[in-house]
T-cell receptor, first 114, second 109 residues
Framework: SAVISQKPSRDICQRGTSLTIQCQVDSQVTMMFWYRQQPGQSLTLIAT?????????ESGFVIDKFPISRPNLTFSTLTVSNMSPEDSSIYLCSVEVGTGVEQYFGPGTRLTVT | RKEVEQDPGPFNVPEGATVAFNCTYSNSASQSFFWYRQDCRKEPKLLMSVYSSGNEDGRFTAQLNRASQYISLLIRDSKLSDSATYLCVVNPNFNKFYFGSGTKLNVKP
């Protein structure tokens, strides 16, 4: 497995502002993923981030709204831009470890937009 | 049709009971399947992968039925600590992961 940390753990932000969420892994990983989990819902994949290349976004998510950086094999950031109350959610990063495709998740960032 | 469907529950069972959850998936080409457990206000944690031949880990048994496109999770001798939401996850192809909406389990004393 892997030890994954996220910062901040929670935040309350005003609409129209942006928040950058950091994800740090204790080992080098190729694939990192960003998910959103809205209240009472399951997880929805936002994008996949490989080191050294552009992130791949899922349908319904765009780079202008959710820019992602992946500067090295242990770190990634997700920015939630121009926030609205609909962006209130838990944002989770995850990584694939080992030879399988099992994913391990960070503790999540709980975002509330007022 | 959703990629992955689960009965949301809740399943309310007494301690010691056996409980089973099913999960159906729509993409017949899917190759990898998992069960995750998510406690309230926590991140999902991998419970077990699901292999074609079925697999068992202590009180937990996972099975895959490709013909009917479903996977199952059986929990024997339920403990209070098993109370959580169980998420079915399907990996249809490279870097695509679809999560079910989860099945909530409440184990009562």
């Amino acid at each position: 497995s892997a030890v994954i940390s996220q910062k901040p753990s929670r935040d309350i932000c005003q609409r129209g502002t942006s928040l950058t969420i950091q994800c740090q892994v204790d080992s080098q990983v190729t694939m990192m993923f960003w998910y959103r989990q809205q209240p009472g819902q399951s997880l929805t994949l936002i994008a996949t981030a490989n080191q050294g290349s552009e992130a791949t976004y899922e349908s319904g998510f765009v780079i202008d709204k959710f820019p992602i950086s992946r500067p090295n094999l242990t770190f990634s950031t997700l920015t939630v831009s121009n926030m609205s109350p609909e962006d209130s959610s838990i944002y989770l990063c995850s990584v694939e470890v080992g030879t399988g495709v099992e994913q391990y998740f960070g503790p999540g960032t709980r975002l509330t937009v007022t | 049709r959703k990629e992955v469907e689960q009965d949301p529950g809740p399943f309310n069972v007494p301690e010691g009971a056996t409980v089973a959850f099913n999960c159906t998936y729509s993409n017949s080409a899917s190759q990898s399947f998992f069960w995750y457990r998510q406690d309230c206000r926590k991140e999902p944690k991998l419970l077990m992968s699901v292999y074609s031949s079925g697999n068992e880990d202590g009180r937990f048994t996972a099975q895959l039925n490709r013909a009917s496109q479903y996977i199952s999770l059986l929990i024997r001798d339920s403990k209070l600590s098993d109370s959580a939401t169980y998420l079915c996850v399907v990996n249809p192809n490279f870097n695509k992961f679809y999560f079910g909406s989860g099945t909530k389990l409440n184990v009562k004393p």
